[in-house]
């Protein structure tokens, strides 16, 4: 059945529904019997972990936004605690796998803020976070967030390739996350981006992804930046770097680094690539052939049509060593990812989408795909975890011995370093402090005879990179300021400092929409953050205006926009037939600051958790803060039975539904569904 006729079913549904309720419901009062157990209730105490970095980004501690929500939700009786860390220490106490399912007490978390970063051409990085089955060793859905009904919208929405298709259940999924969520996302980011006037073709989404237009003007540098190399790029890192193989990477420091080495079968780009300091729009964002020579060619597959991809790759490619690249390289790399004992960090990217990889020649090979994907090229442009690995280095080791090679652990002896396919290759590293890498002379892109005429940058003016460990963000700043930097990772400083470094003759000073999300993440496994009442009173309560309007301004970010979901404002879609769509749900409200509407849902909790559970919402059976048809079959199956009331069908949900409290289902009950169907509480009468 296509989805129009699904569609037409559901509606014509609904419809008889509601003429029933429009008859049955005429004269009825929405809510059920007087008082209840509502506040005060006892204090709840949870625990925001957060980094030493006193400012926003991937390691970012939000030190100031935390101090503004803490105070915020003792309003609603729930006192915050702040815990901090290093970075090492947060990330392992936040992501890895040995700490999942453990709330703070248990020496895990209970909420964090972090960055959620997506390549503004799909929405790579998605759907490990938020499936089902996602959880750790598989993906990333640490909440962890169990939500059959996202689980379905989301997946059809990534796997139809129609741009109306994919629009409404993507909007569709975004309602649902902002019903039932896992994360408060509080701003998308508008932030300043500075660039040396002696630095061309940098952008600061792409960053390393494509450095193709890269070059140094000489000429366009003062005196003091000369003290330093001018041949080199020297930008700051904030992140620690853990291992040396893209592979396993987890931090920015690694995926830089991973970038300018290890090519991945297509490149995040811009086309047309713009000027420096001009910002282009959303739908000049490409996916660009690197190792691959053309876009994916979809074909009939074993699953069916648009399940083959054939990837062409380019030729005569060839490893810094000398060895030559080719399709065995791809399938070596795509085929020991998927396996759990390795822990590569992309597993959760391909596991949904990519049944195995076929080789059709030396230079061709087949992605056997589950379903159709509509952000394939997005994901084959995977730079955290997809660059593709030296088969002839790693052919003999087994794959769950490959992070503990030395090839990833040892930072001291080049020797042991595996040949690289990128513009650049690391000749030095002292962890914490920097790491140089210089060009390297087989990097095909410098060879016009393979990616034609004129061949790719950066220009011999680039002779190496060198990122620098620069953590403390006024020392980031300072440094740019007195031209000892010429890039930054997250650069920081008030908004003042910013105004007045446009005035600088040598610099350029601009924002852009960053295509990220900042979201606080909610630890389910604590009992609180675990029920859907507590997550809405925490998002009501947040000073969402204040954060954007007083405390961004003091990092850099001079306008943002208020949060929704983790799609992104920038992400669209354009279909085989041209048909460009906004993913990005334009209809969906933010979450508003609203002490009374925070104390409202709080109530609601305390429903959830304490009886009498009778005297609470109305229509809604199983407690999921939305009345729906999930209620109706609740109530359907109970029709005529008498009983005590709740039962307890679903861990966590209460089912009541004997809504008007006379210890027996009757069509009366139905009634007061109806009435109800489709409001979201809490709503006026809701208690």
């Not at 741009?163 to 408060?184: C, D, F, G, S, V």
């Not at 811009?270 to 282009?280: A, K, L, M, V």
Request: charged share 20%; hydrophobic share 40%; proline share 9%.
């Amino acid at each position: 059945m296509t989805f129009w006729k699904v569609l037409k079913c559901v509606l014509v549904t609904l419809i008889c529904l509601m003429l029933v309720s429009s008859f049955a419901g005429s004269g009825l009062v929405s809510v059920q019997a007087s008082g209840g157990p509502w506040g005060p209730w006892d204090e709840i105490t949870l625990y925001a972990v957060e980094t030493t970095n006193p400012y926003w980004g991937y390691y970012g501690g939000y030190r100031d936004i935390w101090q503004a929500i803490r105070a915020e939700l003792a309003k609603i009786g729930i006192n915050l605690e702040i815990i901090k860390y290093d970075d090492f220490g947060w990330y392992a106490r936040c992501f890895d796998p040995d700490q999942w399912n453990r709330s703070y007490d248990e020496g895990g978390w209970d909420m964090f803020i972090q960055e959620w970063w997506m390549m503004p051409t799909g929405l790579l990085w998605l759907e490990p976070l938020v499936y089902s089955w996602m959880t750790p060793y598989a993906g990333y859905n640490i909440f962890p967030y169990n939500n059959s009904r996202s689980d379905e919208l989301l997946w059809k929405g990534m796997h139809t390739l129609d741009a109306t298709e994919r629009k409404y259940y993507l909007w569709k999924w975004q309602e649902e996350l902002m019903h039932n969520p896992p994360i408060i996302n509080l701003y998308y980011p508008r932030p300043f981006e500075v660039v040396p006037d002696w630095v061309e073709g940098w952008d600061p989404v792409v960053r390393f992804r494509d450095v193709s237009h890269l070059s140094i003007n000489v000429t366009a540098m003062p005196e003091a930046r000369n003290y330093l190399h001018t041949d080199w790029i020297y930008y700051a890192v904030t992140d620690e770097v853990w291992q040396l193989l893209p592979l396993f990477m987890q931090t920015c420091t690694e995926q830089w680094m991973g970038d300018l080495q290890f090519e991945t079968l297509y490149d995040l780009s811009i086309d047309p690539w713009p000027q420096t300091g001009q910002e282009p729009p959303p739908r000049d964002f490409y996916s660009k052939p690197a190792l691959a020579a053309e876009p994916p060619i979809l074909m009939d597959g074993p699953n069916g049509p648009n399940t083959r991809a054939r990837v062409l790759l380019r030729q005569n490619v060839k490893w810094s060593d000398g060895d030559p690249f080719d399709a065995t390289d791809v399938k070596f790399t795509f085929d020991i990812i998927p396996e759990p004992p390795t822990g590569a960090t992309a597993r959760g990217d391909i596991v949904p989408v990519i049944e195995s990889v076929e080789i059709v020649n030396e230079t061709c090979v087949d992605f056997i795909l589950y379903e159709p994907y509509a952000d394939l090229a997005t994901l084959l442009s995977n730079d955290r975890g997809l660059a593709i690995m030296p088969y002839h280095i790693f052919k003999d080791i087994p794959p769950v011995m490959i992070k503990g090679h030395p090839g990833n652990t040892d930072f001291d002896d080049p020797s042991w370093w595996a040949p690289v396919t990128g513009p650049f290759k690391l000749k030095e590293i002292v962890a914490g402090e920097y790491a140089l890498l210089e060009r390297n002379p087989l990097y095909f892109g410098y060879n016009a005879s393979i990616v034609g005429s004129p061949a790719w940058g950066p220009d011999s003016s680039v002779q190496a990179i060198y990122l620098k460990t620069v953590s403390d963000p006024a020392v980031r700043l300072l440094e740019l300021q007195t031209y000892m930097l010429d890039l930054d990772d997250y650069p920081t400083g008030p908004k003042r400092v910013w105004k007045k470094m446009e005035k600088d003759p040598f610099l350029r000073v601009w924002q852009y929409d960053r295509p990220s999300s900042n979201p606080i993440w909610f630890n389910f496994d604590n009992p609180y953050l675990s029920n859907i009442w507590i997550r809405k009173a925490i998002a009501h309560a947040i000073p969402h205006r204040r954060i954007i309007s007083s405390i961004l301004p003091s990092w850099g970010i001079e306008t943002a926009y208020p949060g929704k979901t983790l799609i992104t404002p920038l992400h669209y879609y354009t279909d085989a037939n041209n048909v460009t769509v906004h993913l990005f749900n334009e209809d969906l409200k933010p979450f508003h600051h609203s002490i009374e509407k925070a104390l409202d849902y709080m109530e609601m909790w305390w429903y959830s958790a304490n009886p009498p559970y009778t005297e609470g919402p109305v229509g809604d059976s199983d407690l999921s803060g939305l009345v729906d048809l999930d209620d109706y079959l609740i109530f359907n199956e109970n029709l005529g039975v008498t009983a005590s009331w709740p039962i307890d069908v679903v861990p966590g949900n209460m089912i009541d539904p004997d809504f008007n409290n006379d210890n027996i289902v009757t069509a009366a009950d139905f009634q007061l569904w109806a009435t109800n169907h489709g409001k979201e509480y809490p709503f006026p009468g809701a208690r």
